[in-house]
Each structure stands twice: as C-alpha cells, then as structure tokens.
C-alpha cells in the first residue's frame, strides 16, 4: 500500500533558525514528489515537484531534496512569513496522489 | 484568471439532508479532483475525472457522487449526509502535461 508520513508533526522555529522538515514515502513506482504549503483556512499551493533521487529544487528560503526513501524541505533562515503547514504528497502513477499528514511550522519573530 | 473556484465557502448540515458542492476551473486542464482533508490525516482521493465525460472512485467515495458537466466543472454531491463527512472539502485541477494539482479555497462542511 502507498504511504506518506511526515515529520515533525509540528515545529517552532525563532526566526533565522534554519532547520528540514522530513517526507518518508513507500510506494510502487515513484511517479513525481510534490511539496505544498498551506495556510489555515486556504487551499493547498504548490511549492515543488521532484522526480528522481538526487534532485533538488529552490525557491527563496526553501529547498527541496529526494532519495530513494525520502525527501528534505530544508529551511534556510525562516521569516514569520513561513508559518504554514507543508503537505507532502506522491505520485504513484496515473491519478493515484497519495498526501501526508503534513508538518505544522511555526517561525516566531 | 481565477484559477479553481468553489462553492460555498461553508456550509451547515442536518444528517440525511443533500447537498452539491460546486467546483469550477478556467485553467482549461482535463483532469479534476475532489479531495477531503480532516485533523491528522492527509488529504484523501473522493474521486477524480481524467477528462470530461470520464469519473472514476478514489480512496473515499462511499456516500459521494460526482458530475463532471462539462470541461470547467467537476461537482460533488452528497445524496444523504452523515456526520462522518463533517470534514473540508478541496477541489482541484491538473493539465495533462504536468503532474501539479491546483487546489481550490475549499469547502467547510458540517454535518450535525
């Protein structure tokens, strides 16, 4: 069965303390990784999507890593303004998403 | 461009009554999804529509049905609420040449 599990279930971070949030998947025939952030009351939004082990994507203070087993939402010297859930969430193939529970990150000024 | 909309925003229910979500995109993408999310758990697969005229169950879809009227719309219906389906429901879209899904603001529901 495909699985997602993320970790920390939630995190406080001052502001400018870099720290990774963690993705470990099983699934059969990864498809695509994908990261979202997700503020309260709003919908999902898209962050990255990874495809194969070894790869990483930046955007602004954040960067995401795949391997084999798991990817890194490496978090580099966060703003209050980072405070959000992130999702995590695979592709296994055709239209099967499978999403994580999600991290709650809390970045106090 | 207003991406995935949907409607309403929040909605109260009595158990056994009947309801349809609303979900719209103008993105022109072929595939749409409806999702719900609940306390400590991921978002979970209701069921999705790969192109129009197409839908399909995903990992929840006992007591839902859905209608994909037409390229824009994907709509969701519950024929008999249950208090078990008081969760947020999220709609969203994805073109067939790249695997991101665009979620909507979502749906509030409660089933008393």
């Known amino acids: 069965e495909d699985q997602v599990t993320q970790s920390p279930e939630a995190l406080r971070l001052q502001e400018g303390e870099s720290s990774s949030l963690n993705c470990s998947y099983t699934?059969?025939?990864?498809?695509?990784l994908f990261w979202y952030r997700q503020d309260p009351g709003k919908g999902p939004e898209f962050l990255f999507t990874?495809?194969?082990a070894g790869e990483e994507k930046e955007k602004e203070r954040l960067k995401a890593t795949l391997t084999k087993k798991e990817s890194f939402l490496h978090i580099t010297a966060p703003k209050p303004e980072d405070s959000a859930t992130y999702l995590c969430?695979?592709?296994?193939?055709?239209?099967?998403?499978?999403f994580g529970p999600g991290t709650r990150l809390s970045v106090l000024p | 461009n207003a991406g995935v909309t949907q409607t309403p925003k929040f909605q109260v229910l009595k158990t056994g009554q009947s309801m349809t979500l609303q979900c719209a995109q103008d993105?022109?993408?072929?595939?749409m999804y409806w999702y719900r999310q609940d306390p400590g758990m991921g978002l979970r697969l209701i069921y999705y529509?790969?192109?129009?005229?197409?839908?399909d169950k995903g990992e929840v879809p006992n007591g839902y049905n859905v209608s994909r009227l037409n390229k824009r719309e994907f709509s969701l219906r519950l024929e008999s609420a249950a208090p078990s389906q008081t969760s947020v429901y999220f709609c969203?879209?994805?073109?067939?040449?790249?695997?991101?899904?665009?979620f909507g603001p979502g749906t509030r529901l409660t089933v008393l």
């Open positions: 529509s790969a192109s129009e005229g197409t839908t």
């Open positions: 969430a695979v592709q296994a193939g055709g239209q099967n998403f499978v």
């Open positions: 993105m022109n993408h072929n595939s």
């Open positions: 699934v059969s025939g990864l498809r695509g």
């Open positions: 969203a879209s994805r073109t067939s040449v790249a695997d991101t899904q665009y």
């Open positions: 990874l495809y194969s």
